[in-house]
């Protein structure tokens, strides 16, 4: 990628024949390393893994 504006471009520019949108923003926070999620803070994300590359392909769910 030559820049961030041409990486937010080509992600934003990211659609699906059900009519997704994507928005996209440069968050340039800088966070802590090292910070570790317990199991149970796992379980409370309902994250459902897709069939088709899973560990890049999945939805996370409010409910």
Do not use: C, F
């Not at 504006?5 to 340039?28: F, P, Y």
Request: no cysteine; hydrophobic share 35%; glycine share 4%.
């Amino acid at each position: 990628m030559r820049s961030y504006d041409v990486m937010l471009s080509l992600i934003a520019g990211t659609t699906t024949t059900a009519g997704l949108l994507v928005q996209t923003i440069l968050n340039e926070k800088e966070y802590q390393k090292g910070i570790k999620i317990t199991d149970d803070q796992m379980k409370e994300i309902n994250i459902n893994k897709h069939s088709v590359l899973p560990d890049w392909n999945y939805t996370i769910s409010l409910n």
